[in-house]
């Protein structure tokens, strides 16, 4: 609790002490005489006077300032002092001084993240687990245990690489060079179209079916099939074979390659058992052996008759367009508009591209196959405000970490030069996305329920922090960027506010009338105060 407390602060503090920083350096080099430099509100803890400015720390760690000479109308002031106070100055050195303390607020992110990204990094390599099918990697031939090296051209070294590599790439044929066994083999691939939405922005994409994790063992127990009647059911975990562990899929077929068929194969499975509590249904897991002979085909099909339980549906969401056609968890996807769906990620992939046009689903169920025409629609929210995306309202089964064999990993090194450019890049990249979410405040499309205060920022801090030193720096850049564009707001009280009465002076030779300044108090003082309270009523209701 003290640890997460003192974590709490030091991000506090070191995000105010660099905003004040930014106002107080740039103060001194216009020549006004800065007073006092406060990290923290309220009674002073620790401090000291060094020339003609005091130090200090005070009680209240939720802010700081720095208190300049005739930053106030009407303040008394010696005549040397009243050369130098603030307001006393030109436009131009009174709007620079304001613009200091957010700038340092977007410069400081670049520092962090150079630091983050400079030297060694793990990251998830370029190869191959598993292989969808019915999608574009599987009809260019593209194997699980090849290691991709580069997607039309552009090098890639990790899995990360290879998603950056197909935005905007998407729809046409492109040479993809894979190493298979050590040697270099080019195949064609055509992407199919992802778009990635959110109320901040719309990404599209290619996508071609691969993943850098191999799937479980899991099964999908057709009714009426000999493994139904051994007492296998959908999403039983085989855990081995006859003795024999099983990590995978993939493994899983090998093994049984090696016995006859009628050979009696001894399942070790791991079944997850629904639990109610209240309101509230868990899982509870248990191992389940069970015996099936051997049957002809290969895979899963050996296993009297199972599949894969990637097209089986595991969570139908109440209210959803599935729910209302009658679909439900267990339920099998066949067919959409006529088309066999081989993959769960294929259907995503339709349904991304279909958004609200209606479609011809079949499924089977437990009364047998059913054909309906869909039509995908927002999810209904909790509270019933923002607006939530496109969907059917379908999900397969949840996996756990403890169902994915560990990533293949590749150490990546990234040099001074590189890590100052990527994070030269992502911090204007991260600003417009805030630009964006405050904008979406106002117009609607970004939930209000998305604000946070202190309380959200403390657990943030603490839960970042146990993740790791990069995790938490991560999270300092940002909410140093998130001040940064919230103090150049045009509200009374922020930094914006005050720049926009300096470039107001400097463009009309006069300044904002004293009425209007006092009623935009007023009104920004009220906004701010209306915001904080939503903030803190967010942070209960989490």
């Known amino acids: 609790m003290l640890q997460n407390a003192g974590l709490f602060i030091l991000l506090l503090g070191v995000l105010v002490t660099v905003h004040e920083l930014g106002h107080f350096l740039v103060a001194k080099a216009c020549g006004v005489k800065v007073l006092k430099f406060s990290i923290g509100f309220g009674p002073k803890l620790i401090g000291f006077t060094k020339g003609e400015t005091e130090y200090q720390i005070a009680l209240l760690p939720l802010g700081g300032y720095v208190k300049m000479a005739g930053d106030l109308p009407h303040e008394e002031l010696t005549p040397e002092e009243a050369s130098r106070g603030f307001l006393a100055q030109p436009p131009w050195k009174r709007g620079l001084i304001v613009l200091a303390g957010p700038a340092f607020n977007l410069i400081f992110p670049i520092l962090i993240y150079f630091f983050v990204y400079v030297g060694p990094h793990q990251a998830t390599s370029t190869l191959v687990r598993t292989v969808s099918p019915g999608l574009p990697a599987a009809a260019a031939g593209i194997r699980p245990g090849d290691r991709l090296v580069s997607v039309d051209g552009v090098p890639v070294r990790t899995f990360n690489d290879i998603s950056e590599a197909f935005i905007g790439r998407f729809e046409r044929p492109m040479p993809v060079v894979v190493d298979r066994g050590g040697q270099r083999v080019t195949v064609e691939v055509t992407p199919q179209k992802l778009v990635e939405s959110n109320p901040i922005e719309t990404v599209e994409k290619g996508s071609i079916g691969i993943g850098a994790a191999s799937r479980p063992a899991l099964l999908g127990v057709p009714r009426g099939t000999v493994a139904e009647q051994a007492g296998l059911r959908t ?15 993939g493994q899983l077929g090998q093994t049984l390659e090696k016995f006859p068929e009628g050979t009696p194969m001894q399942l070790a499975v791991r079944r997850l058992d629904a639990v109610e509590a209240g309101a509230v249904t868990g899982r509870i897991p248990r191992v389940v052996d069970i015996t099936v002979p051997k049957q002809a085909g290969a895979g899963m099909a050996a296993l009297g008759g199972a599949e894969t339980a990637d097209l089986y549906l595991a969570i139908v969401a109440p209210g959803s367009a599935a729910d209302k056609a009658g679909i439900r968890p267990g339920d099998r996807v066949v067919s959409l508009d006529g088309e066999k769906i081989e993959s769960f990620q294929k259907l995503a992939l339709r349904l991304n591209k279909l958004k609200d046009q209606p479609f011809t689903l079949v499924w089977r169920g437990a009364d047998g196959e059913r054909t309906e025409k869909l039509a995908q629609a927002p999810l209904p929210t909790e509270d019933g405000m923002g607006s939530a995306p496109l969907a059917l309202g ?17 150490t990546v090194y990234i040099g001074p030069g590189e890590a100052l450019r990527e994070a030269a890049l992502i911090v204007p990249k991260i600003v417009g996305q805030m630009v964006k979410v405050i904008g979406g405040l106002f117009v609607g499309t970004v939930p209000l329920n998305t604000v946070g205060g202190p309380i959200m920022m403390y657990q943030m801090a603490s839960k970042t922090a146990e993740q790791g030193l990069d995790s938490f720096l991560n999270l300092m850049a940002l909410i140093s960027i998130n001040l940064g564009v919230m103090n150049l707001l045009p509200i009374p009280v922020l930094d914006g506010f005050h720049l926009l009465s300096a470039a107001w002076e400097g463009v009309r030779r006069r300044p904002i009338p004293v009425r209007v300044r006092e009623v935009a108090n007023v009104v920004g003082l009220a906004l701010l105060i209306m915001l904080m309270l939503l903030a803190v009523k967010n942070d209960i209701m989490r």
Request: no cysteine.
């Open 235 to 249: 999403f039983d975990r085989v855990l081995s074979v006859n003795g024999v562990k099983v990590e995978d899929e």
């Open 394 to 410: 379908v999900r397969g089964w949840l996996l756990t970490a403890s169902d994915v064999p560990p990533a293949d990993e590749v």
